[in-house]
């Protein structure tokens, strides 16, 4: 069916000449046209107005912007870099543009932010036009924002995980177990998925890990693992890689599955939330479209961490159960110590060295990273039934000690393109002990943002090595932290920001 | 002050030589840099981020997007129209880029969307950060989301309402009594302003009248106004206009009255919301801003005008009298009828023939439109003391037979820049009744749907025309009411929503 003519009136959209812009705006759709196009007097599209644009059997929603002047000739339109793509497009091809239809899901969204609950159809309606593009920032922004006022409730949670997951692919493998591990974020550092994935892959046991880019945390394992191997997989390359390695390190937003989370993660980075229902749809579409049968979730709790509470992790330990259940997808959760970062590292890179020192069974190798890897692939070998109930951390260690998770971690590195060394910063700069003293507190919020402003995740070099943890004695003029950056811009920024949070780390 | 020299590093921060992209993008300001541009290196910029850019004394927050290739070159940064005029350059101008300071404000919308109240310092820094375009889209539409789902109250929305005056230009009248007037939208037509500007300052008082364009509406005051003689005016001219004739038809967005408030309302208009706080502090700030002692305030109630029950109209004429109180202004309100549109047209042009109508007594002048106009006219000649309690009606129906009300209207559009005839539209197609029958009900809301897809408010001649009225005798096959429309695509697409519509018209 051609693009134009599903409602009547296609044979009178005239056709535009596609101009590639090589704009680059994330997710966002971007058309540009002239103000006096014929067509946008035609269809009376003004600026900021939301366009569809067919091209061959796809069609996408754009924000257009008009512009005066010769840039563009009449008949042309330009398209960002995504939107080219999305319609897979070839230069000099021809395009349809129109009004989009009535984004009947709004009513939903409107609907929810004033206090009615969403039902199955809304919440597919709603997350069918996210996935697809539809959704303005604006729209986008006030969904979030709304089910950040009134939380999603269970049922709602649940509605919210099943679109995510029926909107997008669906992975299926062959084995009666697939694991997966999960880490609520808040707690900088803290890399443990390329640890477990190998322990839990070189004792025979199937974990396809598919893992995403930050949300609001200076790295995510997609980030992390991208400064080691090569994490865009698509979905061939993935199977391959576990069939032949039982394990993977892939980035999941390359697999469409659950394509929505990514556009609803770019927004909630931006506003800077991370609601728990939300959350809750993220970490278990990803698993269940990943195809997991059993996924094991580390929630660490801590005054700035991202569960606060005993309590809180242990309420959202039951949720997240309780919506897995209704998957088929059993949830298995270790509330653990969230008081300060785990490892040395803050920052892709800086993270990346950690989990290689541990691969390689360094002396400098961060001992608390180890010890929480070694819990997790030992509840994950339990569950396998590689180990006896309570005696899969004994295990972990060992696979860990002799070598035989690190000759996992490279062959999987191998066979995802190729093992490489993370980059290091041009421009680091120490924060010194303004006095002797004892650290009395780690401001994890503060120190996530400290390493943002040096340039992660994006800079892939940048970030923080913190080289105190809490309850060392320090001498004035004692290095506490390293910021690491690839440029001096950045690594003033970031002190700036260090000037006015004296008490990012406490010495009392 | 030179704009890079404020926080210490300026000196660093290389110069850039802007390019007028021509681009227009409402409200927001956007600027687009290479992805190899030194800048964005040094300072960590990526596409979507937030850049402050600097140039002599000004500076502005701008939305950046990168882009790869030949259309710009190295050293140049390409600005959209309104960053353009607010940065006040000149070809050839160069500007310095860099990371905007960290919006602290933003701490203060999270907080209110996990339910916590806002503060005079919190509302104070969030007012000022929007009116200085250094919001987002998603920023905008969290804070308004928020302030839907968790209702402002009186005191949060005198806050909003005292920021949004301070954050603006103040006229000051030297009269003891400045009328003004306001009507809660959602009836469509009804544009009595015209009308009780004209009947008002015939009489020999004061009434500046500054009026806005339409958030959800097809039609705002402005927009109808801006067919009938230009309303866009600066201060000095609207001084002149109001010390010569005693009252104006201005649009406020012009004098920079309230201006946070056309970034929330084209916000609104995309969310299609619009809360009771937000829409109490747009109509007061608007009022203190322009300088009003007195203002009548109209309040439709009906099942699809804004406001639907009696107790609801009551409630908001209550909220809006006592913040009204806290600034001196006092507010009198009118609960009127709104179960059908008052007037025949709907949209700019359209109600501008029905306003022209009354003033000139022509036999098809509506009625209703006229009796409206007549009662809050009468309201105001009462508060200024013109005519005695319950004789203002009375003489603002002889001003208007009289054609006093119609000559004082010429006078002050000629003073505005002259009268003009408004526009009519190029394609016209009408709805006829499908069966005998009467007329039982009319949805407001669909009709101003339907006037806004036929292309209003940004095709001043587009609207609807409605021919019949609530409880009249049809017969098949007569025209319940005929959309306009400057061009075929916007008529297909009327009608398209009409189909979809059958309801809009109920014939029993």
Redesign the interface.
């Known amino acids: 069916m051609a693009a134009g003519d599903s409602?009547g009136?296609g044979n009178?959209?005239p056709e535009l000449r596609a101009m590639r812009?090589?704009?680059?705006?994330?997710h966002?759709l971007?058309a540009?046209m002239r103000?006096d196009e014929r067509v946008c007097?035609?269809?009376?599209l003004?600026?900021?107005s939301q366009v569809e644009i067919g091209a061959g059997g796809r069609r996408i929603q754009a924000l257009l912007?008009?512009?005066?002047?010769d840039?563009l000739q009449p008949g042309m339109i330009a398209l960002?870099e995504t939107a080219w793509q999305q319609l897979d497009l070839r230069e000099g091809d021809t395009v349809r543009v129109?009004?989009p239809p009535?984004l009947e899901s709004?009513a939903g969204v409107?609907g929810r932010?004033?206090?009615r609950r969403l039902e199955a159809a809304a919440m597919t309606a709603i997350v069918g036009d996210v996935a697809a593009g539809r959704y303005?920032?604006?729209?986008?922004?006030?969904f979030?924002?709304?089910t950040?006022?009134?939380p999603l409730d269970e049922e709602e949670t649940y509605l919210l995980t099943r679109a995510m997951v029926d909107v997008g692919e669906r992975l299926h493998w062959d084995a009666p177990i697939v694991l997966d591990k999960h880490c609520i974020g808040g707690l900088p550092g803290n890399r443990t998925s390329p640890l477990v994935v190998a322990i839990v892959a070189a004792c025979g046991l199937i974990m396809p890990k598919t893992s995403s880019r930050a949300i609001t945390s200076p790295a995510g394992t997609a980030d992390t693992m991208e400064t080691l191997a090569p994490v865009e997989l698509d979905s061939a390359t993935l199977r391959r890689v576990v069939a032949a390695e039982g394990g993977c390190l892939a980035w999941g937003g390359a697999m469409q599955l659950s394509p929505a989370d990514e556009v609803f993660v770019r927004?909630e980075r931006?506003?800077?939330?991370d609601t728990e229902g939300q959350l809750i749809a993220s970490v278990l579409s990803k698993k269940i479209a990943a195809g997991s049968t059993h996924v094991v979730i580390d929630i660490p709790v801590g005054d700035t961490a991202k569960v606060r509470t005993r309590e809180a992790g242990d309420a959202l330990a039951q949720r997240l159960h309780a919506i897995g259940a209704r998957f088929g997808l059993a949830v298995y959760s270790i509330v653990s110590d969230g008081s300060q970062p785990v490892g040395r590292g803050i920052g892709p890179a800086l993270e990346a060295r950690d989990v290689l020192a541990v691969l390689r069974n360094l002396p400098a190798a961060p001992a608390d990273l180890r010890e929480r890897a070694v819990t997790l692939a030992g509840a994950a070998l339990e569950i396998g039934g590689k180990a006896a109930p309570g005696q899969g951390a004994r295990l972990a260690g060992e696979v860990l000690a002799d070598g035989r998770a690190w000759a996992k971690f490279q062959r999987i590195c191998a066979a995802q393109g190729g093992l490489r060394e993370p980059p290091v910063a041009a421009y680091r700069r120490p924060l010194k002990a303004s006095r002797d003293g004892r650290v009395g507190a780690i401001d994890n919020r503060r120190l996530s943002r400290l390493a943002k402003l040096s340039?992660a995740p994006?800079?892939a070099a940048?970030g923080v090595l913190l080289q105190v943890r809490l309850g060392d004695v320090v001498t004035a003029g004692q290095p506490l932290l390293t910021v690491h950056?690839?440029?001096?811009?950045?690594l003033?920024?970031a002190f700036?920001?260090l000037r006015r949070s004296p008490d990012l780390i406490r010495i009392d």
Not at 485 to 490: H, L, M, T
């Open positions: 409602n009136n009178g959209v812009l090589r704009l680059y705006a994330q966002q971007i540009v103000r007097r035609a269809e009376g003004a600026s900021r912007y008009q512009l005066d002047g840039l960002s129109r009004h009535v709004l409107r932010l004033y206090g303005s920032d604006v729209h986008l922004a006030a979030l924002t709304a950040a006022a009134l927004i931006e506003l800077d939330i340039g994006e800079v940048a950056a690839e440029s001096p811009g950045e003033d920024y700036d920001y």
